[in-house]
């Protein structure tokens, strides 16, 4: 089955600067890539996704890349601000209900 | 708008009692509806999923079962906890909708419910 790897399992910038999360995955027939936000103690929340028809997508200050030939999407969010600080967690879909998770960046934004 | 809502919010139970969770939406009709465990700490782990009444499809069953009686209701139980049930359980919702390129919808969470088993 499908395998999700998140390389960052913390990371730390200071406010203002931009932080970047990788994630790469294994099945070549995963197609929609789901970015969530998981602050502490409380569910997911959803942040920003990108499917595989297109390779940017940016939704004000979060930019999703997707590099489908090396398997690679990635997270960049510019202008961080502490309550950008929480858990972010990437995820791949092949398109069978069946949905795998990497297993969480813990982003602090430094004031 | 559509809510999903979660019960119980949190459980303390003993290892070998039953358990059942629930997972409500409203708002939104023939939903597809998702159990997730997440261990404290720890990623993600897809359980089970349901695109219609009365069908439920097992990811990973973990010694646990679900059900879906009802359109908007999704059920997770077991008649036997483990300490490895220990975590956070969470209910997700999302649609189908073709967009040329798969199906694959966003999938929204409910608020959880944490379970600890001693």
């Known amino acids: 089955g499908e395998k999700v790897e998140q390389h960052e399992s913390t990371l730390s910038v200071r406010e203002g600067d931009s932080a970047v999360i990788n994630c790469t995955y294994t099945d070549t027939a995963s197609s929609y890539f789901p970015w969530y936000k998981q602050e502490a103690g409380k569910s997911l929340h959803f942040v920003i996704d990108i499917r595989s028809n297109v390779d940017r997508k940016q939704s004000q200050r979060l930019i999703v890349l997707l590099d489908k030939k090396a398997k690679r999407f990635s997270l960049h969010i510019t202008a961080t601000q502490p309550e950008d600080s929480a858990i972010y967690f990437c995820a791949a879909d092949t398109g069978y209900q069946n949905f795998y998770f990497g297993k969480g960046t813990s982003l602090t934004v430094i004031p | 708008a559509q809510t999903i809502h979660q019960w119980p919010v949190a459980e303390i139970k003993a290892v070998g009692s039953p358990l059942s969770l629930g997972c409500t939406i409203k708002g939104k009709s023939s939903p597809n509806l998702y159990w997730y465990w997440q261990a404290t700490g720890g990623t993600l782990q897809q359980l089970f999923y349901?695109?219609?009444?009365g069908q439920v499809e097992s990811v990973v069953q973990l010694n646990l079962s679900a059900s879906r009686p009802k359109d908007d209701q999704f059920i997770l139980s077991t008649e036997k906890l483990l300490l490895s049930h220990s975590g956070f359980y969470l209910c997700a919702w999302n649609t189908l909708r073709d967009w040329g390129g798969g199906n694959q919808d966003t999938q929204y969470f409910g608020p959880g419910t944490r379970l600890l088993v001693l």
């Open positions: 349901s695109i219609t009444v």
